[in-house]
Every structure is written in C-alpha cells, then in structure tokens.
C-alpha cells in the first residue's frame, strides 16, 4: 500500500496528466463527485497550491 501526493491518476507516479488534470479543476467544487482527491492539501478548495504540490514531485515514482 503507498501514497503519492499529486497521483491524481493513481499510475504510482506523477505525471504531466495529473498536474493536466489538477489545472482543469482549479476553482471546482470539491464536494462534487471525485473532485475531493485534488484538493492536495486538504484546504477544502482545489487551487494554485495543489497545483503546485504536484509539480514539485512531478516524475517521482512510488515503487511496489
């Protein structure tokens, strides 16, 4: 069992496609659906800061 901050994909690795992903949430309501695994933080609102807490680990890997 592992945890990777910023896999928003649950690939074990931080891609381009989550920080995609985390972007095109930014301002969403976290209540709604699945959009509560963005909110990186947990400050109760996907912003500029779960954006960036993902890029700063972009590439890492989570191994088995």
Not at 21 to 34: E, M, Q
Request: charged fraction near 15%.
């Amino acid at each position: 069992v592992g945890f990777l901050i910023g896999d928003t994909g649950s690939t074990r690795m931080v891609t381009a496609g989550d920080i995609a992903a985390l972007r095109a949430r930014v301002g969403a309501d976290v209540t709604l659906g699945t959009n509560y695994l963005f909110d990186l933080n947990l400050s109760g609102t996907i912003n500029a800061s779960d954006v960036s807490a993902a890029k700063s680990r972009a590439g890492l890997v989570l191994l088995p």
